[in-house]
């Protein structure tokens, strides 16, 4: 088993910047994927970003790229999400999300794909 622990978020004006992070105990192996999802009210839960050890490989939803930015540790099983120039439209939940093997970069955006989830984190962008 894994457990997922969120920390971060909060409110900010638009054009602020946020930061959440999740860290990963428990069983976890030395190759694994991490990401995050995000999900608005009335919506389906959409992909954000996604790191993969071993390599540290990065991708992101391509509507968020430039102004998210995904990072990690591999050896502390971590990943932070860096939001920049938030825009009201990215208020939503953000879950993060795990699996215990690197999943192919034509799966990272699959929420299915991923095997573990945290509680999930408020992220509110006021215009």
């Known amino acids: 088993q894994v457990q997922l622990a969120e920390s971060g978020g909060g409110s900010v004006d638009a054009g602020g910047s946020l930061r959440i992070s999740c860290a990963a105990s428990g069983q976890t192996l030395s190759t694994y994927t991490m990401g995050w999802f995000r999900q608005a009210p009335g919506k389906e839960r959409e992909f954000v970003a996604s790191?993969?050890?071993?390599?540290?490989?990065?991708a992101y939803a391509d509507s968020l790229k430039g102004r998210f930015i995904i990072s990690g540790d591999r050896y502390k099983n971590t990943a932070l999400l860096q939001m920049n120039s938030l825009k009201p439209e990215d208020t939503a939940v953000y879950y993060c999300?795990?699996?215990?093997?690197?999943?192919?970069?034509?799966?990272?955006?699959?929420?299915?794909?991923?095997?573990?989830w945290g509680q999930g984190t408020q992220v509110t962008v006021s215009s």
């Open positions: 790191i993969r050890w071993n390599g540290g490989n990065t």
């Open positions: 999300a795990f699996r215990n093997s690197r999943l192919i970069l034509s799966n990272l955006g699959n929420a299915e794909a991923y095997h573990y």
